[in-house]
């Protein structure tokens, strides 16, 4: 099993920054690959970024040049440096793990609005 915790919540204007941490615990030895994901309301919940034990990154197109995931092994950590952000980037952000034989676990989720 293995347990995520997301913070970073906020509120920003358009343009602004804002990043978000996913601290994994559990058995992390069997996570291949981390990801973010987010649910604006009204819509499916769709990949963000992700980053596999490689280091191998993917983003979204509509983030690509804005957003940065990363991660930190000693801290077991995984980061979403948000940039220019939009209102459209306004959703819940989750955080996710997923090991082997298809285990895939969630983080509770963490709010992100941008607004003026």
């Known amino acids: 099993q293995v347990q995520l915790v997301e913070s970073g919540r906020g509120l920003v204007q358009p343009g602004g920054s804002l990043r978000l941490s996913c601290a994994a615990s559990?058995?992390?030895?069997?996570?291949?690959?981390m990801g973010w994901f987010r649910q604006a309301p009204g819509k499916q919940r769709e990949l963000v970024a992700a980053?596999?034990?490689?280091?191998?990154?993917n983003y979204a197109d509509s983030v690509k040049g804005r957003f940065t995931i990363s991660r930190n092994n000693a801290k077991n950590t995984v980061y979403l440096q948000m940039d220019s952000l939009k209102p459209e980037d306004t959703a819940v952000y989750y955080c996710?793990?997923?090991?082997?034989?298809?285990?895939?676990?969630w983080g509770q989720g963490t709010q992100v609005t941008v607004s003026s």
């Open positions: 996710n793990a997923q090991g082997w034989g298809g285990s895939s676990y």
């Open positions: 980053i596999t034990n490689r280091d191998t990154t």
């Open positions: 559990g058995d992390i030895g069997s996570i291949l690959r």
